[in-house]
């Protein structure tokens, strides 16, 4: 069965440090992968997808994410981390595009100044 | 910039009431999803929707579900007799064409007493 494990709960990182949100997927084919943001009392924003072609994808507020197939993996990462990047960050994998969509438990972030 | 809208956006129902959540998916969409996030857990797959049908549903989705597009822009959830475990954030969803990423609405959280 498909499965998405985050395995940071929380994350607490100083503005302006580099960040990086582990994702590790189960399943049997090459995926869907995408990143979704979560802020408080809002839904949920896509970051970025994996579909196919080059392994390392970059989506919207200056984030990037990896693919590698051989630790089946899908890091998030971005090099600078401003306050306003304090959030929920979900991991979520497709079986095919369109289907539904198996999300993490979600790594909550936190900022400190 | 179009986006998937949800009302309302707080419920309060008392057991064994029927309820029924409303989105609008954004306009030229075509497949239409429900997830939900109990307090503290992850986001779940209830259901899709694609050309009047369900196409695919999880096993939270039992016979006290059922999803109706009942005109050209809404898309609901009704959830029959609310049980104190339907206690949850209900996240409506759109996408363009299958493999298209998905959108997110705010949400409706719904409240069981």
């Known amino acids: 069965a498909q499965s998405v494990t985050q395995p940071d709960i929380h994350i607490t990182v100083s503005e302006g440090a580099s960040l990086e949100l582990r994702c590790n997927y189960s399943y049997g084919a090459t995926p869907y992968l995408f990143w979704y943001v979560q802020s408080p009392g809002q839904g949920l924003q896509l970051l970025l997808k994996?579909?196919?072609?080059?392994?390392l994808v970059q989506g919207i507020k200056g984030f990037e994410a990896e693919f590698k197939r051989s630790q089946s993996s899908f890091n998030l990462r971005k090099p600078s981390v401003h306050w306003s990047d304090a959030a929920e960050y979900f991991c979520?994998?497709?079986?095919?595009?369109?289907?539904?969509?198996?999300f993490g438990k979600g790594t909550t972030l936190s900022v400190s100044s | 910039e179009p986006e998937v809208t949800q009302t309302p956006s707080h419920q309060v129902t008392q057991m064994g009431q029927e309820v029924i959540l409303r989105c609008v998916p954004i306009s030229n969409h075509l497949y239409f999803y429900w997830y939900r996030q109990i307090l503290g857990q992850k986001v779940e797959f209830l259901v899709s929707?694609?050309?009047?049908?369900?196409?695919?549903k999880s096993e939270i989705f039992d016979d006290q579900f059922s999803v109706e597009r009942p005109d050209g822009s809404n898309f609901t959830l009704k959830i029959r007799s609310t049980k104190l475990e339907d206690s949850a954030m209900y996240f409506c969803?759109?996408?363009?064409?299958?493999?298209?990423?998905?959108?997110f609405g705010p949400g409706t959280r719904l409240t069981v007493t």
């Open positions: 979520a994998v497709g079986a095919k595009a369109g289907t539904a969509l198996i």
């Open positions: 994996y579909f196919s072609g080059d392994t």
């Open positions: 929707f694609y050309n009047n049908e369900i196409s695919e």
């Open positions: 969803a759109s996408s363009e064409v299958q493999g298209g990423e998905q959108y």
